[in-house]
Protein backbone atom coordinates (compact mmCIF):
# COMPACT_ATOMS: atom_id res chain seq x y z
CA UNK A 1 0.00 0.00 0.00
CA UNK A 2 2.06 3.28 -0.97
CA UNK A 3 1.65 6.05 1.03
CA UNK A 4 2.41 6.75 4.82
CA UNK A 5 2.29 3.32 6.65
CA UNK A 6 2.53 4.89 10.13
CA UNK A 7 3.14 2.21 13.21
CA UNK A 8 3.38 3.08 17.20
CA UNK A 9 6.38 2.55 19.36
CA UNK A 10 6.12 2.32 23.18
CA UNK A 11 5.03 -0.29 26.08
CA UNK A 12 1.36 -1.23 26.47
CA UNK A 13 -0.30 -2.59 23.61
CA UNK A 14 1.86 -0.49 20.60
CA UNK A 15 3.01 -2.01 17.87
CA UNK A 16 6.66 -1.88 18.73
CA UNK A 17 8.72 -1.99 22.47
CA UNK A 18 11.69 -0.35 20.78
CA UNK A 19 12.81 1.63 18.02
CA UNK A 20 15.38 -0.71 16.89
CA UNK A 21 12.47 -3.39 16.88
CA UNK A 22 10.46 -0.62 14.86
CA UNK A 23 13.62 -0.07 12.54
CA UNK A 24 14.00 -3.71 11.90
CA UNK A 25 10.31 -4.66 10.37
CA UNK A 26 10.20 -1.65 8.54
CA UNK A 27 12.88 -1.38 6.51
CA UNK A 28 12.82 -1.99 3.10
CA UNK A 29 13.26 -1.01 -0.28
CA UNK A 30 10.99 2.12 0.24
CA UNK A 31 11.46 3.81 -3.28
CA UNK A 32 9.48 0.38 -5.00
CA UNK A 33 6.91 0.79 -1.72
CA UNK A 34 6.30 3.87 -2.67
CA UNK A 35 6.29 4.31 1.13
CA UNK A 36 7.18 6.59 4.38
CA UNK A 37 7.39 4.44 7.12
CA UNK A 38 6.74 6.29 10.37
CA UNK A 39 7.60 5.39 13.74
CA UNK A 40 5.27 7.32 16.31
CA UNK A 41 6.80 7.10 20.13
CA UNK A 42 4.64 7.62 23.09
CA UNK A 43 6.17 9.72 26.20
CA UNK A 44 3.95 6.95 28.52
CA UNK A 45 7.05 4.61 27.60
CA UNK A 46 10.51 4.39 28.67
CA UNK A 47 13.14 4.93 26.51
CA UNK A 48 16.76 3.62 27.79
CA UNK A 49 19.14 3.00 25.41
CA UNK A 50 22.19 0.52 25.33
CA UNK A 51 22.97 -0.22 22.32
CA UNK A 52 23.24 2.10 19.15
CA UNK A 53 20.11 2.81 17.61
CA UNK A 54 21.02 2.76 13.41
CA UNK A 55 17.94 3.87 11.33
CA UNK A 56 19.56 1.49 8.06
CA UNK A 57 19.48 -0.52 5.63
CA UNK A 58 16.53 0.61 3.33
CA UNK A 59 16.29 1.89 0.31
CA UNK A 60 15.35 5.49 0.23
CA UNK A 61 15.20 8.97 -0.82
CA UNK A 62 13.53 12.44 -0.76
CA UNK A 63 9.69 11.01 -1.56
CA UNK A 64 10.54 8.05 0.23
CA UNK A 65 12.12 7.06 3.75
CA UNK A 66 12.00 6.42 7.38
CA UNK A 67 10.63 9.02 9.83
CA UNK A 68 11.15 8.84 13.88
CA UNK A 69 9.09 10.91 15.78
CA UNK A 70 7.11 11.27 18.57
CA UNK A 71 2.87 11.34 18.50
CA UNK A 72 1.25 14.30 17.90
CA UNK A 73 -0.09 14.71 21.01
CA UNK A 74 3.08 13.53 22.56
CA UNK A 75 5.58 15.86 21.64
CA UNK A 76 7.69 17.73 24.15
CA UNK A 77 6.84 21.94 24.84
CA UNK A 78 10.63 23.07 24.23
CA UNK A 79 11.21 21.66 27.95
CA UNK A 80 12.64 18.62 29.24
CA UNK A 81 10.22 15.99 30.78
CA UNK A 82 7.39 17.24 28.68
CA UNK A 83 7.34 14.96 26.09
CA UNK A 84 9.00 11.33 24.78
CA UNK A 85 12.44 10.82 26.55
CA UNK A 86 15.48 8.96 24.73
CA UNK A 87 17.28 8.44 27.94
CA UNK A 88 21.58 6.43 27.73
CA UNK A 89 21.37 5.70 31.30
CA UNK A 90 24.29 7.39 32.18
CA UNK A 91 25.56 5.02 29.79
CA UNK A 92 28.96 4.59 26.52
CA UNK A 93 26.36 3.44 23.70
CA UNK A 94 26.87 5.07 20.09
CA UNK A 95 23.89 7.70 19.26
CA UNK A 96 20.88 7.34 17.84
CA UNK A 97 21.95 7.07 14.14
CA UNK A 98 20.08 8.18 10.81
CA UNK A 99 22.09 5.86 8.27
CA UNK A 100 19.61 5.57 5.58
CA UNK A 101 19.50 8.87 3.17
CA UNK A 102 16.38 11.32 3.95
CA UNK A 103 15.55 9.63 7.55
CA UNK A 104 13.49 12.27 9.40
CA UNK A 105 14.26 12.53 13.26
CA UNK A 106 12.30 15.05 15.45
CA UNK A 107 10.50 15.94 18.51
CA UNK A 108 12.84 14.01 20.80
CA UNK A 109 14.37 14.76 24.15
CA UNK A 110 17.85 12.72 24.35
CA UNK A 111 19.47 12.93 27.37
CA UNK A 112 21.99 11.69 29.74
CA UNK A 113 25.66 10.54 27.92
CA UNK A 114 28.69 9.75 30.64
CA UNK A 115 30.72 8.57 28.56
CA UNK A 116 31.82 7.08 24.84
CA UNK A 117 34.35 5.91 22.19
CA UNK A 118 36.16 9.13 20.86
CA UNK A 119 34.42 11.24 18.77
CA UNK A 120 30.88 9.91 19.29
CA UNK A 121 27.56 11.56 19.21
CA UNK A 122 24.45 11.61 21.24
CA UNK A 123 22.75 11.68 17.54
CA UNK A 124 24.99 11.28 14.76
CA UNK A 125 24.23 12.02 10.68
CA UNK A 126 25.62 9.15 8.85
CA UNK A 127 23.88 9.17 5.58
CA UNK A 128 22.97 12.35 2.76
CA UNK A 129 20.14 14.43 3.53
CA UNK A 130 19.42 13.30 6.91
CA UNK A 131 17.04 15.62 8.46
CA UNK A 132 17.04 16.80 12.78
CA UNK A 133 14.37 19.02 13.93
CA UNK A 134 12.86 20.15 16.83
CA UNK A 135 15.24 17.89 19.65
CA UNK A 136 16.53 18.58 22.75
CA UNK A 137 19.32 17.27 23.62
CA UNK A 138 20.81 17.71 26.64
CA UNK A 139 23.46 16.04 30.03
CA UNK A 140 26.45 14.89 28.19
CA UNK A 141 29.12 14.43 29.77
CA UNK A 142 32.67 12.53 28.97
CA UNK A 143 36.49 12.46 28.37
CA UNK A 144 36.09 10.88 25.30
CA UNK A 145 34.47 13.47 23.43
CA UNK A 146 30.78 12.83 23.46
CA UNK A 147 29.09 15.30 20.75
CA UNK A 148 25.46 16.54 21.06
CA UNK A 149 25.03 15.67 16.98
CA UNK A 150 28.09 14.60 14.57
CA UNK A 151 28.13 14.66 10.86
CA UNK A 152 28.93 11.80 8.87
CA UNK A 153 27.49 12.74 5.92
CA UNK A 154 26.62 15.87 3.49
CA UNK A 155 23.35 17.46 2.79
CA UNK A 156 22.28 17.38 6.71
CA UNK A 157 19.83 19.91 7.89
CA UNK A 158 19.61 20.47 11.78
CA UNK A 159 16.95 22.92 12.84
CA UNK A 160 14.38 24.25 15.28
CA UNK A 161 16.42 22.34 18.63
CA UNK A 162 17.83 22.59 21.79
CA UNK A 163 21.16 21.99 23.16
CA UNK A 164 22.10 22.03 26.70
CA UNK A 165 24.69 21.11 29.75
CA UNK A 166 27.24 19.24 27.49
CA UNK A 167 31.47 18.75 27.71
CA UNK A 168 32.07 18.64 24.38
CA UNK A 169 30.62 20.08 21.31
CA UNK A 170 26.95 20.97 20.68
CA UNK A 171 27.00 20.50 16.84
CA UNK A 172 30.33 19.32 15.09
CA UNK A 173 31.32 18.60 11.31
CA UNK A 174 33.76 16.75 9.47
CA UNK A 175 35.91 17.47 6.38
CA UNK A 176 34.26 17.30 3.22
CA UNK A 177 30.71 17.53 4.74
CA UNK A 178 27.89 20.21 4.27
CA UNK A 179 25.44 21.29 7.13
CA UNK A 180 22.51 23.29 6.99
CA UNK A 181 22.11 24.44 10.61
CA UNK A 182 18.91 26.79 11.33
CA UNK A 183 16.91 28.47 14.61
CA UNK A 184 19.37 26.34 17.26
CA UNK A 185 20.09 27.19 20.82
CA UNK A 186 23.29 26.24 22.47
CA UNK A 187 24.20 26.74 26.01
CA UNK A 188 26.49 25.63 28.31
CA UNK A 189 28.67 23.50 26.24
CA UNK A 190 32.50 23.09 25.03
CA UNK A 191 32.04 24.40 22.10
CA UNK A 192 29.00 25.57 20.02
CA UNK A 193 29.65 24.57 16.81
CA UNK A 194 32.49 23.15 14.98
CA UNK A 195 32.84 22.35 11.43
CA UNK A 196 35.99 20.59 11.88
CA UNK A 197 36.91 20.85 8.36
CA UNK A 198 32.65 20.75 7.40
CA UNK A 199 30.90 23.48 5.89
CA UNK A 200 28.07 25.09 8.26
CA UNK A 201 25.69 27.39 6.58
CA UNK A 202 23.82 28.93 9.95
CA UNK A 203 21.11 31.05 10.49
CA UNK A 204 19.45 32.11 13.39
CA UNK A 205 21.45 30.45 16.38
CA UNK A 206 22.26 31.29 19.52
CA UNK A 207 25.34 29.82 21.08
CA UNK A 208 26.55 31.13 24.70
CA UNK A 209 28.24 30.34 27.77
CA UNK A 210 30.78 27.97 26.73
CA UNK A 211 33.65 27.20 27.56
CA UNK A 212 35.55 27.27 24.01
CA UNK A 213 34.06 29.07 21.28
CA UNK A 214 30.32 29.77 20.84
CA UNK A 215 31.01 29.21 17.23
CA UNK A 216 34.06 27.84 15.11
CA UNK A 217 33.23 28.71 11.41
CA UNK A 218 36.22 28.79 8.87
CA UNK A 219 34.18 27.35 5.47
CA UNK A 220 30.38 28.28 6.08
CA UNK A 221 28.81 31.39 6.79
CA UNK A 222 27.00 32.88 9.81
CA UNK A 223 24.07 34.68 9.56
CA UNK A 224 21.70 36.86 12.50
CA UNK A 225 23.61 34.24 14.79
CA UNK A 226 23.76 35.59 18.62
CA UNK A 227 26.69 34.86 20.67
CA UNK A 228 28.23 36.01 24.47
CA UNK A 229 31.79 36.28 22.73
CA UNK A 230 32.78 40.06 22.46
CA UNK A 231 33.75 39.84 18.89
CA UNK A 232 31.96 40.79 15.91
CA UNK A 233 32.59 37.62 14.06
CA UNK A 234 31.02 35.73 17.50
CA UNK A 235 33.38 33.36 15.90
CA UNK A 236 36.67 31.53 16.92
CA UNK A 237 37.40 30.18 13.59
CA UNK A 238 38.92 31.95 10.50
CA UNK A 239 35.52 33.27 9.06
CA UNK A 240 35.54 37.18 9.51
CA UNK A 241 32.24 38.18 8.43
CA UNK A 242 29.07 37.29 10.53
CA UNK A 243 26.07 38.77 8.68
CA UNK A 244 23.23 41.10 10.93
CA UNK A 245 24.73 39.13 13.78
CA UNK A 246 24.34 40.34 17.72
CA UNK A 247 27.66 39.89 19.74
CA UNK A 248 28.31 40.48 23.41
CA UNK A 249 25.20 39.64 24.98
CA UNK A 250 24.27 38.49 28.22
CA UNK A 251 23.34 34.96 28.77
CA UNK A 252 21.64 36.10 31.87
CA UNK A 253 19.24 38.29 29.82
CA UNK A 254 17.89 35.82 27.09
CA UNK A 255 16.35 33.08 28.59
CA UNK A 256 13.40 31.96 31.07
CA UNK A 257 15.52 29.91 33.04
CA UNK A 258 19.20 28.73 32.80
CA UNK A 259 19.61 26.05 35.75
CA UNK A 260 19.77 22.87 34.23
CA UNK A 261 17.62 21.04 36.55
CA UNK A 262 14.58 23.46 34.92
CA UNK A 263 15.94 24.97 32.48
CA UNK A 264 13.41 26.60 30.08
CA UNK A 265 15.18 28.58 26.90
CA UNK A 266 12.30 29.73 25.43
CA UNK A 267 12.88 33.65 25.01
CA UNK A 268 12.11 35.47 28.06
CA UNK A 269 10.55 39.27 27.29
CA UNK A 270 13.35 41.80 26.65
CA UNK A 271 16.01 39.11 24.80
CA UNK A 272 17.66 40.71 22.42
CA UNK A 273 17.12 37.84 20.28
CA UNK A 274 13.34 38.49 20.03
CA UNK A 275 12.50 39.38 16.32
CA UNK A 276 15.92 39.44 15.34
CA UNK A 277 16.35 36.59 13.00
CA UNK A 278 15.42 36.09 9.35
CA UNK A 279 12.94 34.87 7.66
CA UNK A 280 13.70 30.72 6.26
Not at 70 to 91: E, F, L, P, Q
Not at 121 to 146: C, E, P, R
Not at 205 to 210: D, E, H, K, L, P
Request: charged share 15%.
Amino acid sequence: AAGTITTSIGSSGRDYTTISAWETAQQGDLVALQEIHRGEMYKDSTFIVTTTQAIDGSTTNSSYYMHLTAAVSDRHTGKADTGVVIDYNAGTTGGVSGNDPFTIIEWLEIRNKEGAPYGAGMILSNADGVLFQNLIIHDYHSVNSTRAWRAGASGTTFRNSIIYDGDDQGLRGGTGFTTTIQNVTIYGVGNGAFEDGGTFTITNTIAMNTTSNDFNIGNGTLTNALCQVNDSDCNGGTLTTCTNCLYNKSNSTQFVDTTYATANFHLKTGSDAIDAGTTI
